[in-house]
């Protein structure tokens, strides 16, 4: 068994929907001195914000919290921003930015997640001498459970999650992720995430859980929330999360978990329509890493299983939304014809006198209809461009997929031939390089 | 010194630019005919593709290899597609893409970078036992070396790819980095992601290179290069490239590199526009890693200095960029100003009806003012949306440059304190957790 060295070292993980949105959220300004003041009372390690829409919001926090969090990183992309925010009491070295290749559609005005270019934000930060990375995310929202038509949306986004966590977190020697999943904890891109990155669900993980029943973090008691959007789930969701994992070098421990509970005390409305979260995780140092991954072994068989079930179910999502996203693809074509026609009855008018008698109605139809028809086609064919981006987009992460199932595939077999024998589950090679564990 | 055992394994790596656009590039379909037969009779173990802008053209590439490279992965993104593919070898356990955030402007047609959604795509490949993380990558390319508008389009891409590999390739026992860079070898761009990743250069490596003088790719002599977009460099420039790095446990060697010359024998016309490139590599294995990896620490001291000046450096030409940016989008504010008036204008002229005395006038006018003023409108909307994402890509840019900067800074000061004491160039920490060699 591995032998593991408590040490003093704990790390307090926050996680907060902003929910910010100026002039549309309620109470912006006094929630966001709110927020700051709970950020500097507390002196969380490391803050992950989602929805801090704008800018002037996060200048206001840094410089609140410029004491209590020297450390800071603003993600920026899209045309509103990322709305991701990290506020850090350990020096970060260095921030990346994956922007999700498919995030709803510019025309859903109402919903505006294509707006925000949504993504997940890498910092790495230095924490009591470790490589932490820290990931931070925001995935397009559910509008509707019955018929979610963002549904391959939100599973190419978790799988682009996945694989950046995957190839980018190898050197680190503790992760964590926080954010916004919008999913429910056994909704499919979630269990793509967790069974692929090996990352574990802090509330699932600590046996010292203090908050709203279930680990709720849209609750109906909250003041800002609108109480249709949680029909048929009357007493709440839990879509925000944070997960972690360690490394050979750190295991890593949710000690305890806690959830803001719709109010704040003394105040007069909640900091956000979601629930912060709050994670102590203690680190613990694996003396005999290679015997503590070991232990990891005996369960590979299961494991890999599992992995390829989950990104079965996936392929199945991303094909339909393939299937989907042609139709819309053929309907931009015959907007664009329709438009043609459009602009060519003006034409019929000018060769067809009889229709011109009374000038008044030449006048007013044939400028209305030239610039329909203009808006028209210029509309087509941005949809179409924006169809082919979005079936590139499927199509990648279909063959991504295929390629991840058939290596878990030759796993599985390989297995079956001689047993698990190197720690990530892969068969021995015959090769001169042998893996050094 | 660090016992290195030369083992029979080597690596060969094919690179071509294609220049495959359908109906447009000369000869398509014979010079895929012919890259297929080339890719058939040497056994490159991986060859790296850049331009094969039709999946149609993959496919026939991938139906004549199936034997000789029985893996391939085609990346699907933007309009077009990125027109990256790799054929190898050894099976591709998994592929990841990394789409740049800026990337020219929609409406620069005759360039045309825009619609291809170029991106770095990473394969991850099992090569005799060991993980090859193999990227390949087309950068935007340069159409006036005097007047380069897209420059910090291109700086942004080299950071973008070298944040890339520097956090996805920690786990590889060797990295490989092929493609069109659209950079000379002492460009900006190239010596930023040369200074940060670590990778270097085939060309400047190996002692045994045949091919075109000083390693050009594009050459005056080829039957396809246009002469004029070589001036002021009559014989060639060299913008193809094959990077390469070991890691701890595996060293490399660029055992030769070589070029195709602008023509092929037996044939009327060469196979690309671009030279191919084929580097021979020679994996060592290093018994004494850690003494190994200790020769590198000597000149950490000035492998920071040098990485802080480039970075520096990169810093001017975002900063640029994004002035010329802020301009562009206030030239798309006033574009739609424009357009309000042109649908202003129209109501003027009901309001007046001196003007609509003939009727003849008012029909045609009326319309296309109306037709012009929607269509400006939109054009304009769209256009402020654009630059806006773009500013928000280069100011990601600039902090995440800052961030680099300051850490190397403090490294770079740490340095002078105590001097460098871990294999990263990063000072001692004081942590409980030490990092182990």
Redesign the interface.
């Known amino acids: 068994m591995a032998t593991e060295r408590p ?3 704990k790390l307090r993980v926050f996680s907060l929907n902003c929910w910010g949105i100026r002039f549309f959220s309620q109470h912006c300004a006094q929630r966001y001195e709110m927020i700051g003041d709970l950020l500097d009372r507390e002196q969380h390690d490391i803050a992950l914000l989602q929805e801090v829409w704008s800018e002037r919001d996060f200048l206001f926090l840094k410089r609140k919290l410029s004491s209590s969090h020297p450390y800071a ?7 509103i ?1 990322s709305g991701l925010a990290v506020f850090s009491r350990h ?9 999700y ?1 498919l995030n709803g559609h510019p025309y859903m005005l109402r919903h505006g997640d294509w707006f925000g ?1 949504k993504a997940v934000g ?1 910092v790495i930060v ?1 924490v ?3 490589k932490a990375q820290v990931y931070v995310t925001h995935l397009h929202a559910e509008y509707s459970r019955a018929q979610d038509e963002y549904l391959p949306h939100r599973i190419v986004q978790s799988w682009e999650l996945l ?2 966590v995957r ?2 977190s ?2 680190a ?1 503790v992760v964590i992720l926080g954010g916004d999943l919008n999913m429910h904890p056994q909704d499919l891109g979630n269990r793509l995430i967790r069974a692929h990155t090996g990352l574990r669900d802090c509330y699932t993980e600590t046996d010292t859980f203090d908050g709203c029943e279930d680990g709720h973090t849209l609750i109906a008691v909250n003041h800002f929330t609108k109480k249709q959007d949680l029909i048929p789930f009357e007493k709440g969701i839990r879509i925000d999360y944070i997960l972690m994992k360690g490394s050979k ?2 295991s890593m421990k949710c000690e305890s978990l806690s959830t803001t509970k719709g109010s704040v005390a003394g105040k007069p409305f909640p900091y956000s329509d979601h629930e912060a979260l709050t994670a102590e995780l203690t ?1 613990l ?1 694996s003396e005999e890493s290679r015997q503590h991954g070991q232990r990891n072994i005996s369960d590979s068989h299961t494991a890999v299983s599992e992995q390829m079930d989950v990104v079965a179910e996936a392929q199945a999502v991303v094909k339909e939304g393939l299937c989907h996203t042609e139709t819309l693809q053929a309907r931009a074509l015959h907007l664009m014809g329709g438009a043609l026609l459009l602009l060519l009855l ?1 034409l019929l008018m ?1 060769l067809l006198p009889c229709l ?1 008698s009374c ?1 008044h109605f ?2 007013t139809t ?10 028209l086609l ?2 087509g064919l ?1 949809l179409y ?1 924006l169809f ?2 979005h079936i ?2 499927l ?2 992460t279909e ?2 997929m295929k ?2 199932s058939d ?1 878990l595939q ?1 796993k599985l077999a390989g297995s079956r031939a001689s047993g698990f024998s190197s720690s990530d589950g892969s068969p021995e ?8 564990e």
């Open positions: 040490v003093p070292d990183h603003y993600f920026k992309s899209g045309v921003g020096r970060i070295q260095d921030a990346l930015l994956y922007q290749s270019g890498l230095d009591f001498g470790l694989q950046f190839h980018t190898c050197g020697d070098k750190v680190l140092q003006p000018i011109c000038s030449s006048f044939t400028g209305l209809l030239l610039a329909a028809g203009a808006v210029l509309s941005l461009l082919t981006t590139k987009v199509k990648e063959d991504q390629l991840t290596d030759s090679s015959s090769s001169p390089f042998k893996r050094e």
